[in-house]
């Protein structure tokens, strides 16, 4: 189907658009009218939703569902929101599916029910960031929370700002997981590396913080004075053993040739632990 939208995307719009907008096969419709909000202009958005109300959500199946999900998704953040009569008929659709069973879904309602602006999500939503057990789970909830700006109890604003302060000890904390993805941390265990968050990760936490900062009053600022400190870098463990014992003050010529050696096969564990013990 991947294939078969991007086939779909490189033709002029005009000449699928209007079949796009009756197929009544689900997965096929579903197909053809995420590469219309892909493609189209504004003008296809409000067509897309009244094209997607023949399929209910709940006489799809779960991957149907997210189909449905993702292309009103794609809708909103491409072409903006819809008129308030439409948002309101989403709304009636999709809010009492929130939370649902599945974490895929979840997630993606999530996003879409904030960008439809739903009451009353801050808690459902705070809720499921405390009971995941993955780094890659909680950040799907907290981020997209940190663009709503009313509905908060002091509770959860604590729980979410000091997400990003693990080292800071602040009474109903939310702790950030230890754990990832099985399958992310399949990744590096292939190549004989321990699973970890890339070097863009820690600026990403930091404008993710910066936008949920930008939401709050100046009386909510007073209010959460210590669970805003600066986020505090987490003070490395030294590896487990016996301290190193002094042995001899090296020079680099002390290794001559025997540097040219080290680099045909590296141990980074060792290293790691020689610097951390240095």
Known sequence: RHAARIALEAQPVAEWQARALQEQDVATSLTALLALVRVGGAEVR?????????????????????????VIEVALARHGPPAPERRQALLAELRPLFPASSDALNRELAQ????????????????????????????????????????????????????????AAVSGGLARATTYDPVFTQWFTDVGSRAREGASYPGFMRAMRKAGLAQ?????????????????AAAPTAPAGPAPTFVKDWKISDFGADLEKAREKTNLRRGREAFSSS
């Open 216 to 232: 709050l009053s100046d009386a909510e600022k007073l209010q959460l004075t210590a669970v805003l400190a600066p986020p505090q």
């Open 112 to 167: 879409v029910l904030i960008a439809l602006e739903a009451p009353d999500l801050v808690a459902p939503i705070m809720a499921l960031a405390r009971q995941a057990t993955t780094l890659e789970q909680q950040t799907a909830y907290l981020f997209p929370l940190r663009l709503v700006r009313t509905g908060w109890s002091l509770a959860d604003r604590v729980a979410w700002f000091s997400w990003f302060n693990p080292a």
């Open 46 to 70: 409000d067509a897309t939703l009244d094209a997607l109300a023949r399929f209910p959500r709940a006489r799809l199946p779960g991957d149907a569902a997210l189909g449905k999900l993702r």
